[in-house]
């Protein structure tokens, strides 16, 4: 199953077309203004580059990540392989309630600084929403326009199908039930990223008959 990235996106952030904005043309922050300002990288005030799990610990002396850092990392990683980068960001940019955003027009993704003093958000916000870049890597490269789902949807826990049911619209409900999942399940989306930097995505993988046709139909796989 493969969607445009642009239907992702809108229905992801609920957003509008997003239009470049500098900070001083924001029109509110904690908005879909500020948050369209920071995806387009017009807005890059507060936002900052993450490296490794010492960025984020040492922007929180009080939390202890020890137990995650090597999952973080591993992610992180495989995820700069991948020509995908993390930033941690200012609160101002989100709205209200989001924790993080994957933008799949420039393949990075921005973890919401007020919430990252917690651990175990950190280590869901990123798994799912490195979730999100493993499946721009299912549908052939994340440079593409397209995102394909990774795993068959009744192999994922009702529980999380029920979640998406419940917080996004049917139209996306295949993509964010899995990233759900991930989200919440250890080793899962880090174990997704190496097999799309190994090159290996589809032969651990086997694409939904639509996304290997389409596949097949544009060279990703020789048959």
């Avoid at 957003?15 to 924001?26: F, G, H, Q, Y």
């Avoid at 200012?90 to 990252?116: A, C, I, Q």
């Avoid at 046709?213 to 990703?220: F, H, I, P, S, T």
């Amino acid at each position: 199953m493969m969607k445009l990235k642009s239907i992702l996106l809108a229905l992801t952030l609920s957003l509008s077309p997003l239009t470049a904005l500098a900070n001083d043309e924001v029109k509110s922050w904690k908005s879909y203004d500020s948050l369209g300002c920071m995806l387009l990288q017009e807005c890059t005030e507060g936002v900052t580059p993450v490296v490794s799990m010492l960025d984020i610990a040492n922007v929180y002396p009080e939390s202890s990540y020890d137990h995650v850092s090597e999952e973080f990392n591993t992610m992180l990683t495989h995820l700069r392989h991948m020509g995908v980068t993390v930033y941690l960001a200012d609160e101002k940019y989100f709205p209200p309630n989001h924790r993080g955003v994957y933008h799949t027009v420039g393949n990075n993704f921005f973890l919401n600084d007020s919430f990252m003093h917690e651990p175990h958000v950190v280590m869901a916000v990123m798994r799912h929403e490195g979730w999100h870049a493993a499946q721009d890597c299912m549908a052939g490269s994340i440079d593409n326009s397209l995102i394909a789902i990774i795993k068959p949807e009744e192999s994922i826990p009702t529980f999380w199908r029920d979640t998406a049911k419940r917080l996004y619209p049917e139209s996306s409900r295949a993509w964010e039930a899995e990233a759900l999942w991930a989200g919440h399940t250890e080793g899962v989306t880090m174990n997704a990223l190496a097999a799309c930097t190994t090159g290996a995505m589809w032969e651990i993988y086997e694409p939904t008959p639509l996304t290997r046709e389409y596949l097949v139909k544009y060279g990703y796989i020789v048959e």
